[in-house]
């Protein structure tokens, strides 16, 4: 078993903290929930666990089995098993999709996929995700629909068998066939992988097919309120008002900032991959 363990971690961006102090611990074949209203921290803090540059660290430590992973580059981070699917994934002109994913599968390994064994490996990817196989050949998320940019990013995960796979409203701009689809891929690498989540989510029909553990809220950058996957079905139904209520906490006016930056791409540039 592998522990991601994040501590009393305070993160600014542009100046404006957004992280004031969060504790959360997570476990290979657990699946986190992680809700709050927009704009209270969620994808920033998936985004400083990655290594995104905006983000800055002002207090507090994140470990993976006891490694710092604050003092490690994206690429780190990545090949130590830690993995993001993006909400708003970048466009890269100019760099094939199949040209990109065997970088990111190489900088995985000591010696490079041999190229017919990584065209078997896409093409059973890409067919485990109900992808037309012409996706390989297109430019890397130029032109995608959303919902293929999303199920771009499970091949990506899939071909990479991350230890922690953090999802950043992944299910968002799916239609339910499509969450169906998604969602079965994540399952079933769960089960193969023994792989930890951390999911960010609004919609309850996601967390029916990936049903979390664990459910935290997250409001004004903190972790008020933790529970199983009856809470994240509480505030399904009622919301958020009767939590505030009972904290005694008003929602502080913030923005989260957006993200400009693809990790994944800067992961396999750093490794020399393009």
């Excluded at 093409?123 to 109900?130: C, G, L, R, Y």
């Excluded at 998320?141 to 953090?166: D, T, V």
């Excluded at 079905?233 to 009622?238: G, L, P, T």
Aim: some cysteine; hydrophobic content about 40%; aromatic content about 6%.
């Amino acid at each position: 078993m592998s522990t991601l363990e994040i501590r009393n971690l305070h993160v600014n961006v542009e100046d404006k903290e957004i992280l004031k102090g969060v504790d959360l611990t997570v476990n290979t074949g657990e699946v986190h929930a992680l809700m709050g209203p927009n704009g209270n921290g969620k994808s920033t803090l998936l985004m400083t666990i990655m290594g995104h540059p905006k983000y800055k660290v002002t207090e507090g430590s994140i470990l993976l089995d006891g490694q710092d992973v604050l003092s490690m580059s994206v690429d780190e981070r990545s090949k130590a098993g830690l993995f993001i699917a993006m909400q708003y994934p970048q466009e890269v002109p100019g760099v094939t999709n199949s040209d990109f994913l065997k970088a990111a599968v190489n900088a995985h390994r000591e010696q490079p996929i041999k190229l017919f064994e990584f065209i078997r490996l896409l093409d059973k990817t890409i067919e485990d995700v109900q992808m037309d196989a012409a996706i390989a050949h297109r430019f890397l998320n130029e032109g995608f629909s959303g919902g293929e940019k999303k199920r771009n990013e499970i091949i990506q995960m899939k071909l990479l068998k991350p230890q922690f796979a953090m999802l950043d409203e992944l299910d968002s701009g799916l239609d339910v066939d499509a969450i169906k689809i998604v969602a079965d891929n994540i399952n079933r690498l769960r089960e193969e992988n023994e792989m930890g989540l951390i999911i960010v989510s609004h919609y309850a029909r996601f967390y029916d097919r990936i049903t979390p553990s664990h459910t935290h809220v997250l409001i004004n950058g903190r972790i008020v309120e933790s529970g199983d996957y009856l809470l994240a079905q509480k505030i399904d139904a009622e919301g958020y008002e009767w939590l505030l209520k009972k904290n005694n906490i008003t929602l502080e006016e913030e923005e989260e900032v957006k993200r400009a930056v693809s990790l994944g791409t800067c992961a396999v540039n750093k490794l020399g991959g393009f």
